[in-house]
């Protein structure tokens, strides 16, 4: 089975532009949760989506935020860059009844 | 709200030594605890599980402890291999559900020839 994938692995952005970050869970996988890496901050929980709907949502400002399609693909929005969003941003896939995640490689975001 | 304190970074280690990484949590009801590594360039990957007091996860030579009355779950490996150099990641979940996880902030194995 194919892994979770990431698309792009890599982006440039420049502060105020916005950034559309993608994610194919494994396939069968309805969960998917999106993760902001920094050296600061560490591995910090974004949001959870399940079959199209946002059920956990974690402690962000509103730029951040998502959406899930019928196929269980996932994409992440980010308005208004600010230098501090500078990160990786990981997907994670899971399903019943373990939740169990499986992580992607994660695009690495640069905001100049 | 939840928290996982992690072993402060980072760790050298010669080939062959035994390992041994901190990791205690603050948690409300009965979360489950991970280990996850990651290695350069790639995402995390789960290392080992456990979801009840007293469990003991295992995977690849490594193992951890559900100790309820220490909240802790100490990553162990007996002998350390050079391919083992990675970053932990320590992490619980809320119980019944893995879908968010809290993680530690990570500690540094390097592990020389």
């Not at chain 1, 105020?16 to 560490?42: A, D, E, F, K, M």
């Not at chain 2, 035994?18 to 990651?38: M, R």
């Not at chain 2, 030579?61 to 320590?90: I, M, N, P, W």
């Amino acid at each position: 089975k194919a892994g979770v994938t990431q698309t792009p692995r890599y982006l440039i952005k420049t502060r105020g532009q916005q950034v559309t970050l993608s994610c194919s869970p494994i396939s069968g996988h309805r969960s998917v949760s999106w993760y902001q890496q920094t050296p600061g901050q560490g591995l910090q929980f974004l949001f959870e989506y399940f079959s199209e709907t946002q059920r956990n949502k974690g402690n962000f400002p509103g730029r951040f935020s998502g959406r899930q399609f019928s196929n269980s693909r996932s994409e992440m929005n980010v308005s208004t860059l600010e230098l501090g969003d500078s990160a990786l941003y990981l997907c994670a896939s899971s399903t019943e009844p373990t939740y169990e995640q499986y992580f992607g490689p994660g695009t690495r975001l640069t905001v100049t | 709200g939840n928290s996982v304190t992690q072993m402060e970074g980072p760790v050298t280690l010669s080939e062959e030594a035994f390992l041994t990484i901190n990791c205690t949590y603050t948690a409300t009801g009965y979360p489950s605890l991970f280990w996850y590594v990651q290695y350069p360039g790639e995402g995390l990957q789960l290392l080992l599980k456990a979801t009840k007091a007293d469990d003991k996860g295992s995977n690849k030579g490594f193992e951890a402890t559900y100790r309820k009355e220490t909240t802790s779950f100490h990553l162990e490996k007996g002998s350390v291999q050079v391919s083992d150099s990675a970053v932990y990641f320590c992490a619980l979940s809320e119980s019944g559900s893995a879908r968010q996880l809290t993680f530690g902030s990570g500690t540094q194995l390097t592990v020389l020839p």
